[in-house]
């Protein structure tokens, strides 16, 4: 085992820079631009790196950290305070249980779970705002949001291959 | 003892069962935070503190982030413009042609409107102040379609206010502070708008959902919409004056009747906002509490006096209650009360005479 093996991962490495890398991109992405008429699409920005959180390491600020990420996305969109911290705490928290399941996996799998965990965190945004509104929303756009959400599932490989060994004590 | 010697120092708590314990109170802390929040309730005690310092730091950093994107647009525009100058010179004359046609039709319809509000003594709604503000943020996502404009409480602007672009109508006030408003767009889940279908005065709740064409929800009547319709807003509720253009009905691919919103003809970068208040906000409710209800027309016809129902007494009854069954039924029937009776005609007599027809848009 080597001492750099053994080296502490600085939280704000894995946790402070890419939270606010995210909360940068979404506010970019609020902005009223259109090009050839059509608006930006709105992505999860957060979801790539809630599920890069939880396959990391199992930590005691990563639940925080997605819960103020969450309360971000509630304002900056206006949803109902406290839906997007819900709505990425929940597949975290799934995640984080099945988290020696998805060690060693492949790439594809491992993007067919953040699926699922991107399609869990749409399904509780939808259950909520329906209660919330006594009314359905329309599924089309949340198709589009989860399309737009998955194709970001290198950012979170990405952050998965430079942290996981970070710290062989969680290997 | 010293820590090392003392046999619990070597107790650890595993990282997995702290870290899940800490995502088990957050989560607890983040449905709690959802259960108490009111938005729903889209009333300026309810909007919150949270909400209203985001927003107040959001709006300029929103306003100096869109503003190369804007510049931008507008430089393209221009330079759109100087190109295709003598075919746009083409098209506004033939514009201008058929709306000469239109001012005459519309000159016309004022005066014959104006002799029928003298005729009838109608009393008209006042002119609507407006502050002008642009978008500076805007977000798309499914479960949100809000706004921030960046003119708050300096300008007047309360919650409930409507906001419309140059083309129609898109969607009202839920939270003000000072230099910035958050607009609740028509296509939010949680907006309800009552509108009116233009050509038969069919009313419905226009709901969104979400998605680009909001849906034409408890519309009454048969046949009361077809595509192409034009929608305005009805006024009911008082939350919207009447007549504020909102857009044209189309069949929705779910088979329900849809509605393309006349904001969306261009991109809604500037907005008014309607500083409007409604009856029911301007009229002084304890004046009017306190004043007599009027006295019915001379001459004009009422409704006949209320007769009673006849009360059937059962024969085992009549003879331990006989005084009060004696006291309900009898005189009423005969003698009608008077001031019940006056308030309950007058609306009839008032509402006799035909209603005018809706004035042009």
């Given at each position: 085992m080597t001492a750099g093996g053994m080296r502490g991962l600085s939280?704000?490495?894995?946790l402070g820079a890419p939270m606010m890398l995210v909360m940068g991109a979404s506010f970019l992405f609020a902005i009223p631009l259109r090009f050839w008429g059509l608006g930006l699409p709105e992505p999860l920005f957060a979801m790539p790196v809630v599920f890069a959180w939880a396959v990391i390491r199992p930590s005691m600020l990563a639940p925080i950290c997605v819960m103020i990420l969450g309360l971000y996305l509630d304002l900056l969109w206006?949803?109902?305070?406290g839906l997007w911290a819900v709505c990425l705490l929940l597949p975290y928290g799934v995640v984080l249980g099945g988290r020696a399941m998805l060690a060693g996996q492949s790439r594809l799998m491992m993007w067919l779970w953040y699926g699922a965990a991107t399609g869990l965190s749409m399904g509780a945004g939808y259950l909520f705002t329906m209660l919330h509104t006594q009314g359905a929303p329309s599924p089309f756009p949340i198709g589009w949001q989860f399309l737009a959400t998955v194709v970001l599932y290198p950012v979170a490989d990405r952050l998965i291959e430079l942290f996981e060994d970070a710290d062989v004590r969680f290997r | 003892m010293s820590l090392r010697d003392n046999p619990l120092g070597e107790l650890k708590v595993p990282l997995t069962w702290t870290a899940g314990i800490v995502f088990l109170v957050v989560l607890i802390v983040s449905v709690g935070i959802l259960l108490g929040d009111r938005r729903e309730a889209f009333d300026t005690d309810e909007y919150g503190n949270p909400r209203t310092l985001s927003d107040r730091v959001m709006a300029p950093v929103g306003d100096a982030l869109s503003t190369p994107g804007r510049l931008t647009g507008e430089g393209v525009e221009g330079i759109r413009g100087y190109f295709f100058a003598v075919s746009e010179n083409r098209r506004l004359k033939a514009e201008l042609e058929n709306m000469r046609q239109w001012r005459d039709v519309a000159v016309a319809l004022r005066d014959t409107n104006e002799r029928y509000r003298a005729i009838l003594g109608l009393k008209t709604d006042p002119p609507i102040p407006m502050a002008a503000a642009r978008i500076v943020v805007d977000s798309r996502g499914p479960f949100a379609h809000s706004r921030l404009a960046n003119v708050g409480r300096e300008a007047g602007v309360k919650p409930g206010n409507p906001v419309m672009s140059e083309n129609g109508l898109v969607g009202r006030v839920v939270g003000v502070t000072e230099g910035v408003s958050r607009v609740l767009v028509?296509?939010?889940?949680a907006s309800r708008t009552p509108v009116m279908i233009d050509r038969t005065n069919a009313r419905a709740i226009l709901t969104g959902d979400g998605g680009p064409n909001p849906r034409l929800d408890y519309l009454r009547g048969q046949n009361a919409v077809r595509a192409g319709d034009k929608v305005l807003t009805s006024g009911d509720g008082g939350v919207f004056p009447r007549g504020l253009p909102v857009g044209v009905v189309v069949k929705g691919l779910d088979g329900r009747w849809r509605v393309v919103l006349a904001a969306d003809k261009a991109p809604v970068d500037y907005v008014r906002i309607l500083l409007f208040e409604d009856f029911t906000q301007v009229a002084n409710r304890a004046a009017l509490d306190q004043m007599n209800p009027p006295s019915p027309t001379p001459g004009a016809s009422t409704l006949p006096p209320p007769v009673p129902e006849p009360v059937v007494q059962p024969p085992a009854a009549a003879t331990p209650r006989p005084k009060a069954a004696a006291a309900v039924p009898g005189p009423p029937a005969a003698t009608p009360a008077p001031k019940a009776a006056v308030p309950r005609a007058t609306p009839p007599a008032k509402a006799a005479p035909p209603r005018p027809s809706e004035p042009a848009p």
């Open positions: 939280p704000w490495r894995w206006g949803t109902p305070f | 028509l296509t939010d889940v």
